[in-house]
């Protein structure tokens, strides 16, 4: 996958990628996001025993601390942050009715941006986007585009304000 070969090259995006496998590992298996957090800090991220790759499902090398900002975000705010994207799809859908990655990249993307006003909005969007770009086909991918757009702007309205 594109992403997740420059991933490797940039630990914030790598914790970006973690996060969305680590939401989609959580509701697949029904662990908690506090437990599966624990699992890829001690198995999946970085090379505790040797070479771990992303075919393996590892992730080389990620920024712990955001990966964990992220999970925790998403798991404290579950509710508010499924709210968000609830909102933003269109008119008959329901959360549900999403691909599984989908609806985990969605879920870390909005965590992120309920949680700080740094990284700006724009660069979370380019950042789930690139990653939504090696997990989902073009039409997903298009569409978790116009998602991901559609929060930031909804969650960092001041991101988008016009300058003065």
């Given at each position: 996958?594109?992403?997740?070969?420059r991933a490797s090259a940039r630990p914030r995006t790598g914790a970006r990628v973690a996060a969305v496998q680590a939401l989609f590992q959580s509701e697949h298996t029904g662990e908690s996001v506090e437990t599966v957090a624990d699992q890829f800090i001690r198995h999946r991220i970085g090379a505790p025993t040797g070479p771990i790759e992303f075919e393996e499902g590892g992730v080389p090398e990620a920024h712990i601390p955001l990966f964990q900002a992220i999970l925790k975000q998403v798991a404290e705010h579950a509710e508010a942050a499924d709210a968000a994207i609830t909102n933003c799809l269109q008119k008959g859908w329901t959360l549900d009715r999403l691909d599984p990655v989908l609806r985990a990249l969605l879920r870390a993307a909005t965590g992120e941006?309920?949680?700080?006003?740094?990284?700006p909005a724009r660069v979370v969007i380019n950042e789930y986007l690139d990653i939504a770009a090696g997990f989902l086909d073009e039409e997903a991918?298009?569409?978790?585009?116009?998602?991901?757009?559609?929060?930031?702007?909804?969650?960092?309205?001041?991101?988008?304000a016009p300058s003065a």
């Open positions: 996958m594109k992403s997740e070969r941006l309920m949680q700080a006003h740094e990284p991918t298009r569409y978790a585009n116009g998602m991901l757009d559609t929060l930031a702007h909804r969650l960092r309205p001041a991101d988008f």
